[in-house]
């Protein structure tokens, strides 16, 4: 049996060895070789931070186009004469009433003409004009509309409209006439004879005395 001293020696020599036996208490983290510790980056923003890759992406789009503004719409071409492609746009366009912003006769009145009945005339600003100064020719796009009423003065039964489409009238071939009483149409087209019969009187087809009435 070992001496005492024996003993006390073998476990001075055994100590050391103890505390290198892998203990997790013992050990200490190092820093990786770049000196960041932990190899994962983070991509999450700091709070209160937000992230928004288009700048723009709220602003306002505007789907109109500045540069195709129609001339109707700042001119106000859509009243300056009465449609003439078809009789359905022109009654349309007379049920609208664009034409009572004209120049008119300042109340209803029995005719004069062959229309019969009670009329009220309106005539654009271009015809006006042409009227007051006494011309010979009459501008292209002059234009007049004589609203219709029989024997009554309440309710509009018909119209009858000259639109003047070229600057050389051409013996009335140059006019557009139309007229319509109840549901019949007696004119809707250029040259009428039935009407450029009677308004050849007139000054360059117009009969309606000027000043308005």
């Known amino acids: 049996m070992p ?13 050391p060895a103890c505390g290198d036996d892998g203990d997790p208490g013992d050990s200490v983290a190092t820093p990786d070789a770049a000196g960041g510790g932990d190899d994962t980056t983070s991509t999450a923003a700091p709070p209160g931070a937000t992230t928004d890759p288009d700048p723009t992406a709220d602003e306002p789009t505007s789907t109109s186009d500045p540069g195709t503004t129609s001339a109707a719409s700042t001119t106000g071409d859509e009243q300056a004469s009465p449609p003439t492609d078809s009789a359905e746009q022109l009654e349309q366009w007379l049920a609208a009433g664009l034409y009572r912003s004209w120049p008119a006769e300042s109340q209803i009145h029995p005719s004069a003409g062959p229309h019969g009945g009670n009329v009220r005339t309106f005539v654009t600003a271009a015809l006006a004009q042409s009227l007051a100064d006494a011309d ?3 501008p292209q796009g002059a234009a007049a509309v004589k609203e219709l009423y029989g024997d009554g003065t309440d ?29 019949t149409v007696y004119a809707d087209g250029t040259g009428v004879k039935l009407c450029t019969g009677c308004h050849a009187d007139g000054a ?3 009969l309606t005395p000027y000043p308005l009435q």
């Open 3 to 15: 001496s005492c001293r024996a003993r006390l020696l073998l476990l001075a020599l055994l100590a």
């Open 136 to 138: 010979g020719m009459h």
């Open 155 to 183: 309710v509009i039964v018909g119209y009858a409209v000259m639109v003047k489409l070229a600057p050389d009238s051409a013996d009335g071939d140059g006019w557009y006439w139309y007229e319509r009483l109840d549901t």
């Open 204 to 206: 360059d087809y117009v």
